[in-house]
Antibody, heavy 122, light 106 residues
Framework: EVQLVESGGGLTQPGRSLRLSCVASGFTFGDYAMNWVRQAPGKGLEWVGFIRSRAYGATTEDAASVKGRFTISRDDSKSVAYLQMNSLKTEDTAVYYC?????????????WGQGTLVTVSS | DIQMTQSPSSLSASVGDRVIITCRASQSISRYLNWYQQKPGKAPNLLIYAASSLQSGVPSRFGGSGSGTDFTLTISSLQPEDFATYYCQQSHSNPRTFGQGTKVEI
């Protein structure tokens, strides 16, 4: 069974850091690009960024709202994707989902984790 | 950035109704348009990708159409489990923007 499990969320103060993890199972993790998507309480979905597979250089792209503060990385040997979040702001409060990008070139998000809640508050 | 606009923002429907949700992109995205369903407290689930391709395991009452800037999601006969929020998303270019969502209520 294809599965993604996020962890690392919690309550933190503005200006602090958190690292989220996304553990994958049931598929060859290294073959896939991985994305992060967030959802503020009661709001819609916002794309955070993604990391390409190693075959495409494992390069990353980020949303403007997190550029310079958030970093996406991956460890294919452990089947884990990470979201390092620095200089957190109250507006970063959200459920964070990791997603797998499907094959075929259409870049659809065909598998989602259950999400982990990040709350930034003083 | 490409802006995605869904309409309506919400709708009320009954079991058995045909439901149509539209999504408009601020510039052409070819067929790089995906639809997701989200139920309260749950992660989104992929329904349609490449504007009209049905994701494996998704019931055939869901259908998608369109290309360029205008797209539709159609539920041919609404079922009780279909009451949820639906999002379109463009995957043509970064940032991969979502529509604001359409809540389908009883």
């Amino acid at each position: 069974e294809v599965q993604l499990v996020e962890s690392g969320g919690g309550l933190t103060q503005p200006g602090r850091s958190l690292r989220l993890s996304c553990v994958a199972s049931g598929f060859t993790f290294g073959d896939y690009a991985m994305n992060w998507v967030r959802q503020a309480p009661g709001k819609g979905l916002e794309w955070v960024g993604f990391i390409r597979s190693r075959a495409y250089g494992a390069t990353t792209e980020d949303a403007a709202s997190v550029k310079g503060r958030f970093t996406i990385s991956r460890d294919d040997s452990k089947s884990v994707a990470y979201l390092q979040m620095n200089s957190l702001k109250t507006e970063d409060t959200a459920v964070y989902y990791c997603t797998r990008e499907g094959f075929g070139g259409w870049q659809q998000f065909d598998c989602w984790g259950q999400g982990t809640l990040v709350t930034v508050s003083s | 950035d490409i802006q995605m606009t869904q309409s309506p923002s919400s709708l009320s429907a009954s079991v058995g109704d045909r439901v149509i949700i539209t999504c408009r992109a601020s510039q052409s995205i070819s067929r790089y348009l995906n639809w997701y369903q989200q139920k309260p407290g749950k992660a989104p689930n992929l329904l349609i990708y490449a504007a009209s391709s049905l994701q494996s395991g998704v019931p055939s009452r869901f259908g998608g159409s369109g290309s360029g800037t205008d797209f539709t999601l159609t539920i041919s006969s609404l079922q009780p489990e279909d009451f949820a929020t639906y999002y379109c998303q463009q995957s043509h270019s970064n940032p991969r923007t979502f529509g604001q969502g359409t809540k389908v209520e009883i």
